[in-house]
């Protein structure tokens, strides 16, 4: 299978724990997003790769939520000291682009639970 | 600045047609349309950029109207394949960054 690939694709923790997810995107692709999805909500855009570097930040994203995609390949989103508002679905999407937009591919995703 | 989608949602039975509308207060530079099932990942339908082009591929179309800021995706002849929750997302500059997502319309296709 060569779409984008998450890990875990579940995660219970308890609140003031950190979590680490992962993000395969397709081999080729050379920018990857995080967003996040709440019950009922369309996915809210959380940060953006271009190959390694970090181009966009969202304000969403706090000082907790830390992400890096060491050699523009796979990348990881990690959460300290999780609170029970970021109980949610963090979706991972990739793209290929020289320029401008073309389709971004959605994993299927990590579903977080902090109780 | 979140876009605006209509109707929230719809029930259709297997053959019928459907429009779903995103709207924008802002100029966009593109309008992304996805559809969702329950539990799955979002899965691109097309993409609108500015110039008013349309769109579509077998029963699914889209249109972008650039002086209403407004995107129409249209469904005709719908299959029960085609339930699931729509969302439009818009981008306000060419940059190939983030998406705005609409909060969706959910579209039931009944036999």
């Known amino acids: 299978d060569t779409g984008v690939s998450q890990n875990p694709r579940h995660k219970i923790t308890k609140r003031g724990q950190n979590v680490t997810f992962r993000c395969d995107p397709i081999?080729?692709?050379?920018?990857l997003y995080w967003y996040r999805q709440t019950l009922g909500q369309g996915p809210e855009f959380l940060t953006y790769?271009?190959?390694?570097?970090?181009?966009?930040k969202s304000r969403l994203l706090s000082d907790r939520f830390s992400a890096e995609r060491p050699k523009g390949s796979f990348s990881t989103l990690e959460i300290q000291r999780t609170e029970q508002g970021d109980s949610a679905m963090y979706l991972c999407?990739?793209?290929?682009?020289?320029?401008?937009?073309?389709?971004?591919?959605f994993g299927q995703g990590t579903r977080l639970t902090v109780v | 600045q979140q876009p605006v989608q209509s109707p929230q949602a719809v029930i259709l039975r297997e053959g019928e047609d459907a429009v779903i509308n995103c709207s924008s207060s802002?100029?966009?530079?593109?309008v992304h349309w996805y559809r969702q099932k329950h539990g799955e990942a979002p899965v691109f339908l097309m993409i609108?950029?500015?110039?008013?082009e349309q769109k579509g591929h077998d029963k699914i179309s889209a249109s972008f109207n650039e002086k209403k800021q407004q995107s129409s995706l249209y469904l005709t002849a719908s299959q029960l394949s085609y339930s699931g929750t729509y969302f439009c997302?818009?981008?306000?500059?060419?940059?190939?960054?983030?998406?705005?997502f609409g909060e969706g319309t959910q579209l039931t296709v009944n036999p």
């Open positions: 999407a990739s793209s290929l682009s020289t320029g401008g937009y073309t389709e971004a591919f």
């Open positions: 081999s080729e692709h050379n920018r």
């Open positions: 790769f271009q190959n390694e570097a970090q181009l966009e």
């Open positions: 802002k100029a966009l530079y593109s």
């Open positions: 609108l950029l500015k110039g008013g």
């Open positions: 997302g818009t981008s306000l500059w060419d940059s190939g960054s983030r998406l705005t």
